[in-house]
């Protein structure tokens, strides 16, 4: 199975992914995950991805391309594989297609729908540890302890991106740049809608 998760910041593609990918024992591949390790590791790569996400932009295609294809061509990947943040646009979108169109290209394309006002809610208020990369949120999953990780006891920070004014500014990038696919994907006849409005539990 190859499988797209699309929809906007803080919709839980993340949480929702990882849940697919051990049921169907196939590796999500997170584009945002992979950029903040980069970032983390001070790379060329991470560099200039943190100028374009800390501004809640999107880091350019040809970046964000060959890193997808590089790890979707990797031998672990070769049974399958779940894209989370990827692709973005319609030019993503396509370079996807040419890559993998011999092997029978994308299968599904899940799109997760939350109203604007929970998306702005969730990302404002969400919390990460420095140290196991947990994540909690201020108002629905508080830590124990204020500012320490339940898990590891690590320091909780917000992203750059996920301060009010960046998230905004992200969801109108995702309005722009990302809900064209919608359309492309629903006449290719892969696209299915859930409603992402509820517990981790409910959506699944």
């Given at each position: 199975?190859?499988i797209?998760?699309?929809?906007?910041?803080?919709?839980?593609?993340g949480?929702?992914?990882?849940?697919?990918?051990?049921?169907?024992?196939i590796?999500?591949?997170?584009?945002g995950?992979?950029?903040?390790?980069h970032?983390n590791?001070?790379t060329?790569?991470g560099?200039?991805?943190?100028?374009?996400?800390?501004?809640?932009e999107?880091?350019p295609?040809?970046?964000?391309?060959?890193?997808?294809?590089?790890?979707?061509?990797?031998?672990?990947?070769?049974?399958?594989?779940?894209?989370?943040?990827?692709?973005?646009?319609?030019?993503q979108?396509?370079?996807?297609d040419?890559?993998?169109?011999?092997?029978?290209?994308?299968d599904?394309?899940?799109?997760?729908?939350?109203?604007?006002?929970?998306?702005?809610?969730?990302l404002?208020?969400?919390?990460?540890?420095?140290?196991?990369?947990?994540?909690f949120?201020?108002?629905?999953a508080?830590?124990?302890i204020?500012?320490?990780c339940d898990?590891?006891?690590?320091v909780?920070?917000q992203?750059?991106?996920?301060?009010?004014?960046?998230?905004?500014?992200?969801l109108?990038?995702?309005?722009k740049?990302?809900?064209p696919?919608?359309?492309?994907?629903?006449?290719?006849?892969?696209?299915?809608e859930i409603?992402a409005?509820?517990?981790?539990?409910?959506?699944?």
């Open positions: 199975m190859k797209i998760l699309m929809g906007p910041p803080g919709v839980g593609k949480t929702q992914g990882d849940r697919l990918s051990k049921r169907l024992e590796n999500k591949i997170s584009t995950d992979l950029f903040r390790y970032r590791q001070s060329e790569l560099i200039l991805a943190s100028t374009y996400m800390d501004k809640g999107y880091v295609d040809h970046v964000t391309i060959g890193m997808v294809i590089e790890s979707i061509e990797l031998t672990e990947n070769s049974k399958g594989f779940i894209l989370d943040g990827f692709p973005r646009t319609i030019a979108a396509t370079a996807l040419n890559e993998i169109g011999d092997t029978g290209g994308i599904l394309v899940i799109h997760m729908v939350v109203e604007r006002e929970e998306l702005i809610k969730r404002s208020g969400r919390q990460i540890c420095q140290s196991c990369q947990a994540l949120h201020s108002d629905s508080r830590s124990k204020y500012g320490k898990l590891c006891g690590g909780l920070y992203r750059e991106d996920d301060r009010p004014e960046v998230v905004e500014k992200r109108g990038v995702y309005s740049e990302t809900e696919l919608v359309e492309y994907y629903k006449i290719l006849g892969k696209l299915t409603n409005d509820g517990t981790p539990d409910a959506v699944e």
